[in-house]
């Protein structure tokens, strides 16, 4: 089994399938940390839209939390996309 993730894990969830932003955060990253992007799918970008977001970026929050890959190492869990998380208080 390879140790490429030595340093831990990250869990990024975006709200639109767009690369630009993931490809620039990965090359940021020390070596030895990976990465399991998750997506929203925000296509309107509406309010209404990204008020409906916030319950799809709890599920995904969970299903990293829950996910074997990212539990059992060090991990951390990042959510962008400014629009979604300037409309509601998530915490």
Do not use: C
């Not at 932003?21 to 209404?48: M, N």
């Not at 839209?49 to 951390?76: C, F, G, N, P, W």
């Amino acid at each position: 089994m390879s140790n490429a993730n030595w340093r831990g894990i990250v869990g990024v969830i975006k709200p639109t399938y767009t690369s630009g932003s993931l490809v620039d955060f990965i090359r940021l990253l020390p070596d030895g940390v990976g990465v399991v992007p998750l997506f929203i799918g925000a296509q309107e970008h509406t309010e209404d839209e990204y008020l409906r977001a916030m319950d799809i970026y709890h599920q995904r929050v969970a299903e990293l939390a829950a996910s074997a890959s990212i539990s059992s190492t060090r991990k951390a869990v990042l959510l962008l996309g400014s629009a979604v998380m300037l409309r509601k208080k998530i915490w």
